[in-house]
C-alpha cells in the first residue's frame, strides 16, 4: 500500500488502470464519503453519493495529470452530486445551512484542506507516545492543566514539559504542511478580514 500510495502521488492519475482506481478509492473512499457525510448528514445517501462520483469518475476513465487535480475534481463531483441530490429530493434544510456550506468554492476548499489537516494531525498525533498522546487528546478536548493533572496523576508542570515535546515533536512531523496551513491562514484572512 506504501508503495502504490508513492507512485499515486507522484504519477499521472489513470482511472483507466484497475488497479489505480482501487487504490485511489481505497485511499480517498473514507475521505470522500465523511466529506459528504458534514454536508448531508445522512449516513445511507451519504454513501450512495460517494460511491456515485467514484462510478461516474471509473465510467468516464478521467486522467488527471497529480493527485492535485484529481483531488479537486473528487471533491467538485461530489459538492454537485450532493447539490443536485438535495435539489432532486427537495430535502428540507435550513437556508442559511446551505448558505455556509455552499457560499463558493473558498468555502469548498476550506473544508478539504480543514478534513484533511485534522486527519494528518491526528495521525501524527497518535504517533506520539502514551503520556503525550493523552496530554495532546486531553487538551483538545478543553481540558484544563488541572484537569490532566488529575486524570493522568502528573505534575502540571511535567504535563506542560510533555506538551512543550509533544509540540516540537508534532513540529517537525507536519512539516511538509507547513504550505498547506499558510494557504488555510490565507483563506482565513481573505474571508473574515476583508
Given at each position: 500500500m506504501?508503495v502504490?500510495?508513492i ?19 481505497n485511499?480517498?473512499?473514507p ?6 457525510l ?10 450512495d ?35 443536485n ?26 473544508l ?13 498525533i497518535?504517533k ?13 478536548k478543553g ?7 488529575e ?7 511535567t504535563?506542560?514539559?510533555h506538551?512543550?515535546?509533544?509540540y ?27
Amino acid at each position: 500500500m506504501v508503495v502504490e500510495k508513492i507512485q499515486i502521488e507522484t504519477s499521472e492519475i489513470d482511472l483507466k488502470d484497475a488497479q489505480i482506481f482501487k487504490a485511489i478509492f481505497n485511499m480517498f473512499y473514507p475521505r470522500a464519503y465523511a466529506f459528504t457525510l458534514k454536508l448531508l448528514r445522512d449516513e445511507v445517501v451519504s454513501a450512495d453519493i460517494t460511491q456515485e462520483a467514484f462510478l461516474y469518475m471509473w465510467e468516464k476513465a478521467y486522467r488527471f495529470p497529480d493527485l492535485i487535480s484529481f483531488k479537486s475534481y473528487l471533491y467538485s463531483c461530489l459538492k454537485n452530486k450532493t447539490l443536485n441530490y438535495i435539489r432532486d429530493h427537495r430535502v428540507e434544510r435550513n437556508m442559511k445551512e446551505l448558505e455556509d456550506v455552499f457560499v463558493d468554492d473558498v468555502s469548498i476548499d476550506h473544508l478539504v484542506i480543514e478534513h484533511e489537516l485534522k486527519a494528518r494531525i491526528l495521525e501524527e498525533i497518535n504517533k506520539l507516545s502514551d503520556v503525550k498522546r493523552e496530554i495532546m487528546l486531553l487538551r483538545m478536548k478543553g481540558y484544563s492543566y488541572d484537569e490532566i493533572s488529575e486524570e493522568l496523576s502528573l505534575s502540571i508542570n511535567t504535563i506542560k514539559t510533555h506538551k512543550k515535546q509533544a509540540y516540537k515533536d508534532l513540529k517537525i512531523h507536519l512539516s511538509d504542511y507547513k504550505q498547506c496551513l499558510l494557504v488555510l491562514v490565507s483563506l482565513f484572512v481573505a474571508c473574515f478580514c476583508n
